[in-house]
């Protein structure tokens, strides 16, 4: 049992450091006013897995501009999964008429 234990912790610290790596490139990308990322550029910074996760926890982040966290919401339409769904969702449900515009139309 213990050797199952330290291979499955070393995978899981190994994919949140790697997620981390991500976090600067994206912000980068998310950083431009006249030149929002593209989906191309954004899944050319790693693993999509990642990429999404990445945006899905920049778009709830509250210490980065707001501009950053709708970027990251509407970047997320080019991952789709469960859980980019629900937040796409929950933005379209909410109070924030500009989070929703762009979830919307995806």
Do not use: Y
Not at 83 to 96: F, Q, T, V
Request: hydrophobic fraction near 50%; charged fraction near 20%; include cysteine.
């Amino acid at each position: 049992m213990r050797s199952f234990l330290l291979p499955a912790a070393a995978v899981l610290f190994a994919a949140s450091a790697h997620a981390c790596d991500l976090r600067q490139p994206i912000l980068d990308q998310l950083a431009g006013v006249e030149s929002p990322p593209t989906a191309e550029a954004l899944r050319a910074v790693g693993d999509p897995d990642a990429v999404r996760s990445e945006l899905l926890a920049l778009s709830q982040d509250v210490d980065i501009p707001r501009s950053q966290r709708l970027r990251a919401l509407h970047a997320l339409g080019w991952f789709p999964s469960v859980a980019s769904r629900a937040a796409l969702a929950a933005a379209i449900e909410g109070p924030d008429r500009h989070a929703a515009r762009n979830p919307a139309v995806k």
